[in-house]
Every structure is written in structure tokens, then in C-alpha cells.
RNA sequence: GCGGGAGUGGCGGAAUGGUAUACGCAUCAGUCUUAAAAACUGAGGAGGCAACUCAUACGGGUUCGACUCCCGUCUCCCGCACCA
């Protein structure tokens, strides 16, 4: 037993060295054993439930997972010490698509895949000490949990807010499903997943009235960060106008949308989307092939790469007219796809003079301009103007309106309220917020729970006999298409209307509604009345404190607030509302209280491999026949002779030609250098002047390290910046080997010294040496400091004290501010002080085994194991982590001895050791004083004096 | 184009309008060692022998005093992108 391993050391007993790998295992077992952090309702404790986003059980813990879930536990532990009865639970995001790609590649069930990988990361995710109450794990592909998640589709649909429709949606054709319209990213409108550019097709597909509660989704929890906030902000994208109806020729109604009614007298031409459904009607006959082709070509651009053209207007006339219904006027409709079928009403007014697009599509098809909005420094005239005017002026050409002010949106007022009196128009707000699409046409997910009846139509299952449950007995296809589609167990089944065949729904639902209740289901994930039990979300709701990545802001994000409020509308909370304090914050408004997005950790750069190449040149190439790896400091040397013995080449062929000698051609049969790029046998190496050199690489060449070893072609490393980390790329860091390398506590400490949690940022993997010697020190100051003889002196305690408590603010407000990287600092401050103190009579006082005592109270939330452990062996009972969190005492904070800084004119000229304390008239007189200020006073009048006594800090000006 | 965020040593990063560069990494020097590593001690923004001067992306401003507040410019990152 290495625990027994002391040894005599200058007479005294020298304590064991730290061992993580010792006491880690061994204090979480006892904390597993002891069931200490079980969390229980408590009405006599204020409680408080902090949540980090669930992972997906992918395989392996990322260093990913312990940067999000460490600071995590950290802060949620400090809130434990502080008195709260916390909540912070763990599970599984568990159905999706890589465990039935896995599925198909490895033939095994997603089923299995996923329920090895949960065992695995649970394992792992124990590893790291966190606080998590392991009763309430909740993994959503669970029967008894997806059943829940099938009722929540059950109750939307009973009250209105789960639809089916047919539309052109959007498909990935990688992961062959549907994609809501949150879930496809960027200008190449790629699928979030996989990166696979998108396509549309026309589909029937489930959907969540999610537009139903776009204005409510706007207003945000307070403690929200302000980019989650204008992100969903944006993406509802809110927009007050009003609709007004025109008509076509024909008599048609024709209804558009504008944001700026008060332009209606400048509408020069109507455009409609291609998909609109008047676009047939009002096409003359001259027209109607032109039209057809246009349309033809916009249908197949909108599944082609629709941003790859250019922002060139394009657009055909139908041939029809409309009367604009505030001036009677007849003017022309196009169709153009810049006008979206699914925004609006698929048609606008076009405003040349005053809306940039509109501008754009006017000048090119020379359509005319009128100018109803006048700046009030210049006059526009449609005909000259090169730009959309869309700044504030006056109404002109605009009948009665004409002179009316634009500011503050008078004149948008005053024409829709003039709209509605003559039944033109109506005010109106529109949102670029679409529904949600939930069907995917994937295997491993939550089936949805309804039945098509021949005769009955769509038929929900009924809630007794829900789950419907994923047949275990499938066959995965290459191609990816869901087996449930062929499972005729699965697909046959009776109406439970009348009993006559019929056939289940084969989609599963989004995974995002797994994940977008799974805060209620860790409350009680064995219930089975309810998704949740009243008595739990009664005391525990709604999160306290919720962390995580911000990718999530325009989806989990706001799916999961919107399932709360349709939850809310559907009545779901209210068995426990009923049990709640009516006093106390809502339950069934907001999930989450207070959000905090951390950043992502980053690969590490890394050099390429040196290499020095053998070879002939071919043009620009050299063909090599063999490499050999080398490191850099060779690779200096190398280069440097390789240089050298070019000068000398060059030197012989200089006297060879002033001889009149036949030069000989000198041919470079080396390359010295890092490798850059790699591509197959084709190598870029850059040289030490920074020239690269493009190397082909001969099949059957030799590649040798050193030591004349062969070594594969793909061990040869390529130069890497910070990049994300991937396995193709080589930059993964492995958390579990980080842990059996240094342990737990330290892996923890680095990933919330090294950065910013917020910004993350790239991993380096010389730091957190500094988090190993700092925890050495710990362990070495606390347990073998032996008490210098003699008296300390008065001053020296009042100073340790002050340090302590100056700390415990520190690492407080660090903690508070999820500033885990300065209260880190702090303890290592802390540490430091300590060390320097060992050998001075202060060691061994009374405040020494105060300040030991607190350090390990402010270490155990960021360290757990090593705070139990030294507080365990200073004989402090079982067990730290139910202590409370210390609390400083200004008074003891407060600085008795200042630096006086003094400064003259704003520039700083002295520092002079003073009390505290000292008045200003005293603190001028020791300025004066000093030679140093005296120089720069230089016989001058003080014309002013600025004392801060707080800061120690005074300034004189002359 | 619109919106949001950020620019501080070689690097990660600290600084309620009041001592810029805490804490740590790396570096350099010294001690120990046959040697190296580890450990320990110390140095360190730049320029200058020094007194000093100049430094928080750049240019202005407010102030006794600005990394911090205001105005303008540049660069980088992120989100949205024909949304009428």
C-alpha cells in the first residue's frame, strides 16, 4: 500500500506524495456509498436546480463534456455549500441518427450501440466527481420515457397544436430525412447533423403550432444572455405592417403584406411567388409559356444551390394587371423568386422608390419609379435616383396623405388606420418563425402515435395504450430509409375507432421533443402517471441555473420554451401548480431561469514532421524515393548544409564558367523542411525561409524515422492550426486518459483555470502543469508544514487572515460570475502565500490552521477529492462537501498597511508604504517628503489635490 | 447588407474610472545532479547606462486620472440573409 510508504526526511516524517489515482475512486465510491448528494425535497431548504445540457451518447466522454459539466458541477456544489438543496441530475439524449448509422455499418441494433455507449459515458461521467444524483438518470429512449414523450404529442394534438400537412419541405439527402427549418444552417443551407446541403420535397409531414407563440418566445427570462436573446429575437423576426387587398383585373382578391403601407401610392407593379395560386389565372396567353419556364426554372433552382447565383433580380410579366385599391391605378404583375411563397401572403406591392429590392428588379426590367416619400434636405426624383430611398421625409403624391411625416412611424399609422375605416386593409404582424416539422423518416426515435383508418382517416392511439414501442426486429437499410416502413408487425394494426384494418404512422418524432422535456422527466423518471410527478416540479421547478452551448439557441432552445408554454395550454401543469406557493416564481412560464453559454474547447496547433527527402526533381516537383523523419533541431542542421553545399555548387559552376568550362546543371537531390499539407503521396513541406516545396512521394519509396525504422505514410504529420477536434485531423483530447495521467481534480481545476468559460478556446497541453504543481503544493503546504518555534508577530497573523478573507471574496464572486479561471488564481494565490509563510513562527498559529482550513472549504467545489481527502487527514469530520461555504468578514479583509501611489498630473511618481487610513492633508505631507516628488513638483503650486483613501491613491496637480 | 461580440506580454488570460500586465504556461539564469528530467531560487512589456520615455488595435474626446466612458476608423469571430 503506497498510503504506508513514509519516509524519514531530515529527521521529521515525511507524508505520502499525492496520489489522485488513489483517492479519487476511493472517496467517490463513499460518496456513492453514503447516497450524499441524493436530492430530496426539502421545504426547509431553498432550493435550487441547476441543469447542464444532456449529451448524446456518442461513445466516449469529450473533453467537450468535462468543460461543460465540470464548472458546472463546481458551481453547483458551491451553491450546495451555501445552503441550497440542489438539484443537478445527469441522462442520456439517446435516440437519433448515428446509432442507426452505426446500426448500418457495423450491423449492430441502434438499440445496443446506444445502451453499450450510455454504460460507457456513465462510467466516465463518474469518473469526473461531479455532484450528480444518479436515481434520477433519465434516458429518453426508454420506453417509459419516450411513452411520455408520444402523450405530449397525443396532447398537442388534442388541443390544436400538432397538425399534418402537406409541403415543400426540407430533406437530407445524407441523412434521408426531413429537417425542420431550424435544423438547416448557413448560406449553402446545409443540414445541421451532417453538413449535407439540402433539398426540397414536397411532403406530408407532422407539425407544431410552434408560430402560435412567436410573440410570447419574445419575451425572454431576464437572465438570459443577450446573444441567446437577439438570436431567437432575430430568428422569429417580428414585423409590424399591415395586409391591404388589391385586385387583379379579373376581380380577383389579391392580398399582400407591407411594412410600409405609407409607400402604397408609390406601387408601380405587383410581384407574386412563383407558387402563388393566382399566377395561372392572371398569366395572359402571350405570356404563358415565358411564365411556365420561369416557373419551371425557379422550382428546379430552389433544389439546385439557390444562394450559388448571384443576387441578380430575375422575374417574367404575367401579362395580368391588379388595381392598386388606393388610387385606382392599373399596374403590371411579375412573378419573381424573390418574393417567398411561404412568407406573407406570397405577394407584395413594389415600391421602387423606396425599397431596395424592389429598386433593383424595377431598373432592370425598366419598370417606373415614383417617389411618394420626399427627404427633407433634397428632392428625388424617380427617374435619376440610383438607390432606394428608405430614410424618413414627407408624403408626396399621395392625395389627402401628401405632407405627412414619416417620423416615428406617423404616417404608417395614419394610412392604416385610414386603411381599415375604408375595409382596404388591416394591421397586421407577420413572423419569419415557420412550424415546427417533428417527422423524420428515421428508425431510432420515438414513433409518433397515430393511426390512418381507411375509413376513419387520422386517428390518434389512445393514450392506455401508448407507448407505441420500436419493434426490436428490424432490418436496416443501406440506403438509410426507415425500417418501420416494412415492418408489417409494426405498420398493421386496427383503428381504435372502429376496428377495421388500418395502418400506424412508420415516422419517428424530431429528437429535439425528447429533449425538450427532459428537465420534468429527471423530477421523477420512474413515474408513471405523468410525464412528471406534481410533487417534484411543485419544489424543484423551474431551472435555476441552466449551462451549455450556444449551437442550441435557435432550436433546443426554443423548443423547449415552447413546449412549456404549450404544456402550460394544455393544462399539464396544473396538478402542480395547485402544490405550489402561488407567491413563488411561476413553474409552466420559462424552463430555465438563468442561461449561461460556455465555449467550446478547440484542438491544439501542432507542428507538422520534419523530414529530409531524397529525390530527383521534375519541374516544380521533387520525385522522392525515400524519406526519412527527423526532428526540428536536425532539420536546422540539415538545411543549413543543404544551403551550404548549394553556395558551393553555385561557387564551382562560377569558376567553372569563368574558366570557360561547361557548367554542370546542379540538380537539388535533397528537401529539408516541415510537412504542411498531406494528400495522399503528395507532400508540401515548408523550408526554414518559409518557401515550400511540393514533393511526390514514388510508390515503394522508403519512409524511416531516425532509427531506420519503416513507418507508414500516414504517420507522417501535417502542420495544425486551432481547429475544432476531430478525429480525422488528430487534435482529439482524451479526458479518460487526462484523468489516469493526473486525476480528476486536476482535469477539472485546468479546464476552468486555463480559459475563459465563456470563450473556451484552444487546448494546450503544456498548462496544466501549472494545475499539477499547484495541487502538489496543496497537499505538501497542508500536510507538511511543521510549526516554526518562536512567537509570530501580530502583524504577519492580521496579514494571513486579511489574504484569507480576501480570498474567500475572490473565489465567491467566482464562482457567482462563472469566472471559474480568477477564483482558480485566487486559490493559487492563496497557495502561494501559504508557502511563503512555512518557514516564519506564523506557521502552526492558530490563523495557519484557519487559513489551511478555509482553502480546502473554497478548493472542494473545484477539486472535490483532494479537499475531502487533506481535510479528512488535518481531522475534520466527514465530510467536507456538507460544510458550509466560508464567508468573509470585510473587516478582516480590510488593508491596515497601504501603498501610497502619488502621482503628479496624472503620472505616476512614487509609492510610499503608509497605514491605512491616512488622512488626506497626512497623506500630501508624506508626499511631500518624498525626493522623488519633490523633483517633479519642482517649486510648482499645487493646484489641486486628489486624494483616494480607499485606494491609497493621490494625485497632485501642479 | 443587417444584428451581436471581441481586439491587453511569446501564449492562456487579470484589472468596481484610481499602482496595467494578477494567476499560470513557455523562456532565460542559478542551485541540486556524472548528466538530463523533476524540484527549488530568481529574472522578465518595449526602448534607454541612467534619469526617464513609450505601451491595452488605430485616431480623436470627456476627466485631476481612461484597458474601462463618448465619437470615428480598422481587423477578427459568430448569427441571419431577397422575410416585403
Known amino acids: 500500500m503506497i498510503g504506508s510508504c513514509i519516509i524519514a526526511w531530515r529527521g521529521r516524517v515525511m507524508p505520502d506524495k499525492y496520489t489522485p489515482q488513489e483517492i479519487e475512486p476511493k472517496w467517490q465510491a463513499r460518496w456513492e456509498a453514503d447516497g450524499l448528494y441524493r436530492s430530496r425535497i426539502d421545504y426547509s431548504r431553498p432550493k435550487h436546480y441547476a441543469l447542464t445540457m444532456l449529451p448524446y451518447p456518442s461513445g466516449d466522454l469529450h473533453i467537450g463534456h468535462w468543460y461543460a459539466m465540470a464548472p458546472s458541477d463546481a458551481r453547483a456544489r458551491y451553491m450546495r455549500m451555501r445552503g441550497y438543496n440542489v438539484l443537478f441530475p445527469m441522462g442520456f439524449d439517446a435516440f437519433g441518427l448515428p446509432a442507426e448509422n452505426a446500426a448500418i ?76 427549418r431550424e435544423q438547416v444552417w448557413g448560406e449553402d443551407r446545409h443540414c445541421e447533423r451532417c453538413g449535407t446541403p439540402v433539398i426540397k420535397k414536397e411532403l406530408e409531414q407532422w407539425f407544431f403550432r410552434i408560430t402560435n407563440y412567436a410573440e410570447e418566445l419574445l419575451q425572454h427570462p431576464e437572465k438570459w444572455p443577450e446573444k441567446v436573446k437577439v438570436m431567437q429575437t432575430n430568428w422569429i423576426g417580428r414585423s409590424e405592417g399591415a395586409y391591404v387587398t388589391f385586385h387583379t383585373e379579373q376581380g380577383d382578391p389579391l392580398l399582400i403584406f407591407t411594412t410600409r403601407p405609407d409607400t402604397l401610392w408609390g406601387a408601380t407593379f405587383m410581384v407574386l411567388a412563383p407558387e402563388h395560386p393566382l399566377v395561372q389565372k392572371v398569366t395572359t396567353d402571350e405570356q404563358r409559356a415565358a411564365v411556365e419556364a420561369y416557373i419551371a426554372q425557379a422550382a428546379r433552382q430552389s433544389e439546385i444551390d439557390r444562394t450559388a447565383t448571384d443576387k441578380e433580380k430575375t422575374g417574367v410579366f404575367t401579362g395580368g394587371y391588379a388595381i392598386n385599391p388606393v388610387n385606382q391605378e392599373r399596374i403590371p404583375i411579375w412573378i419573381a423568386d424573390y418574393v417567398l411563397m411561404t412568407y406573407g401572403s406570397g405577394a407584395i406591392m413594389a415600391v421602387p422608390a423606396h425599397d431596395e429590392r424592389d429598386f433593383a428588379f424595377a431598373r432592370k426590367f425598366g419598370l417606373p419609379v415614383r417617389v411618394v416619400i420626399q427627404p427633407l434636405d433634397s428632392a428625388l426624383d424617380g427617374e435619376t435616383m440610383t438607390e432606394a430611398f428608405v430614410g424618413d421625409g414627407v408624403m408626396v403624391n399621395s392625395a389627402h396623405f401628401d405632407g405627412t411625416p414619416t417620423a416615428n412611424r406617423e404616417a404608417i399609422n395614419r394610412v392604416i388606420e385610414w386603411l381599415e375605416a375604408q375595409g382596404i386593409g388591416k394591421r397586421a404582424v407577420t413572423y419569419r418563425l415557420r412550424d415546427w416539422l417533428i417527422s423524420r423518416q428515421r428508425y ?30 428490424v432490418e436496416f437499410m443501406p440506403t438509410g430509409e426507415s425500417p418501420l416502413k416494412y415492418h408489417a408487425g ?67 432552445l426554443m423548443y423547449t420554451r415552447f413546449f412549456t408554454k404549450a404544456m402550460r395550454d394544455c393544462g399539464i401543469y396544473k396538478d402542480a401548480v395547485a402544490r405550489r406557493d402561488p407567491k413563488l416564481p411561476p413553474i409552466d412560464h420559462e424552463p430555465m431561469l438563468a442561461l449561461y453559454n460556455q465555449g467550446m474547447i478547440l484542438g491544439e496547433p501542432m507542428d507538422g514532421s520534419y523530414i529530409v527527402a531524397f529525390g530527383t526533381w521534375h519541374d516544380e516537383t521533387l520525385h522522392v524515393r525515400k524519406i526519412v523523419v527527423i526532428d526540428e533541431e536536425t532539420a ?36 529539408v523542411g516541415e510537412i504542411v499539407k498531406r494528400n495522399d503521396n503528395v507532400i508540401v513541406i515548408e523550408r526554414f525561409d518559409e518557401t515550400q516545396v511540393t514533393l511526390e512521394v514514388a510508390e515503394g519509396a522508403a519512409i524511416v524515422d531516425k532509427a531506420g525504422n519503416a513507418v507508414p505514410i500516414e504517420s507522417l504529420r501535417y502542420r ?81 487572515r486579511r489574504k484569507v478573507h480576501q480570498t474567500i471574496q475572490r473565489v465567491g464572486e467566482g464562482l457567482e460570475t462563472f469566472s471559474f479561471n480568477t477564483a482558480v488564481a485566487a486559490l493559487m494565490e492563496l497557495k502561494n502565500t501559504l508557502m511563503s509563510l512555512r518557514k516564519t513562527p506564523v506557521c502552526g498559529s492558530a490563523a495557519w490552521h484557519e487559513a489551511i482550513r478555509t482553502m480546502l472549504l473554497l478548493m472542494a467545489p473545484f477539486t472535490p477529492h483532494i479537499a475531502e481527502e487533506l481535510w479528512e487527514r488535518i ?62 513638483i519642482n517649486g510648482g503650486e499645487i493646484k489641486k489635490v486628489i486624494y483616494v483613501a480607499e485606494r491609497g491613491m493621490l494625485n497632485l496637480v501642479i
Open 444 to 473: 431510432w426515435g420515438a414513433p409518433i402515435p397515430m393511426i390512418y383508418c381507411p375509413s376513419c382517416g387520422i386517428v390518434p392511439v389512445p393514450e392506455d395504450q401508448l407507448p407505441v414501442l420500436l419493434p426490436d426486429d
Open 720 to 800: 495544425l492550426g486551432v481547429e475544432k477536434m476531430s478525429k480525422s485531423k488528430g487534435n482529439v483530447v482524451a479526458p479518460d486518459q487526462l484523468v489516469a495521467q493526473y486525476g480528476a481534480d486536476t482535469v477539472r481545476a485546468y479546464l476552468m483555470f486555463a480559459f475563459r468559460w465563456e470563450s473556451g478556446g484552444p487546448w494546450d497541453s503544456q498548462g496544466i502543469q501549472g494545475v499539477v504543481r499547484w495541487l502538489n503544493d496543496v497537499w505538501s503546504v497542508v500536510l507538511d508544514s511543521p510549526p516554526v518555534q518562536g512567537e509570530p508577530d501580530e502583524k504577519a497573523i492580521r496579514a494571513l
Open 105 to 180: 455499418k457495423n450491423r449492430t441494433h441502434p438499440k445496443t450501440w446506444t445502451y453499450a455507449n450510455i454504460e460507457r459515458m456513465r462510467k466516465q461521467l463518474r469518473s469526473m466527481g461531479a455532484i450528480f444524483d444518479w436515481e434520477r438518470e433519465a434516458i429518453s429512449s426508454d420506453p417509459e420515457y419516450y411513452r411520455w414523450t408520444q402523450w405530449f404529442f397525443l396532447k398537442f394534438y388534442e388541443n390544436g397544436l400538432a397538425y399534418r400537412q402537406r409541403a415543400a419541405v426540407d430533406f437530407c439527402p445524407s441523412c434521408n430525412t426531413t429537417l425542420a
Open 490 to 556: 409494426f405498420l398493421n394494426t386496427t383503428c381504435p375507432k372502429c376496428g377495421g384494418k388500418a395502418q400506424r404512422e412508420t415516422d419517428t418524432m424530431d429528437t429535439f421533443m425528447c429533449s425538450s422535456w427532459y428537465q420534468l422527466r429527471y423530477l421523477s423518471p420512474h413515474y408513471d402517471k405523468a410525464p412528471f410527478d406534481p410533487e417534484e416540479a411543485a419544489y424543484w421547478l423551474p431551472v435555476d441555473q441552466y449551462t451549455g452551448g450556444i449551437e442550441h439557441a435557435t432550436m433546443h
Open 875 to 936: 481531522g475534520e469530520p466527514y465530510s467536507i462537501h456538507n460544510q458550509s461555504f466560508p464567508v468573509y468578514d470585510p473587516e478582516v479583509a480590510k488593508v491596515e498597511e497601504i501603498t501610497l501611489v502619488v502621482s503628479v498630473n496624472g503620472k505616476l511618481r512614487a509609492r510610499i508604504q503608509a497605514p491605512a487610513g491616512l488622512s488626506e492633508s497626512e497623506a500630501v505631507a508624506l508626499a511631500l517628503a518624498s525626493p522623488d516628488v519633490q523633483k517633479h
Open 636 to 671: 536546422k542542421v540539415m538545411q543549413q548544409a543543404e544551403n551550404t553545399a548549394n553556395d558551393l555548387i553555385s561557387s564551382l559552376n562560377d569558376v567553372a564558367r569563368a574558366l570557360g568550362e561547361p557548367v554542370e546543371d546542379s540538380r537539388m537531390t535533397t528537401a
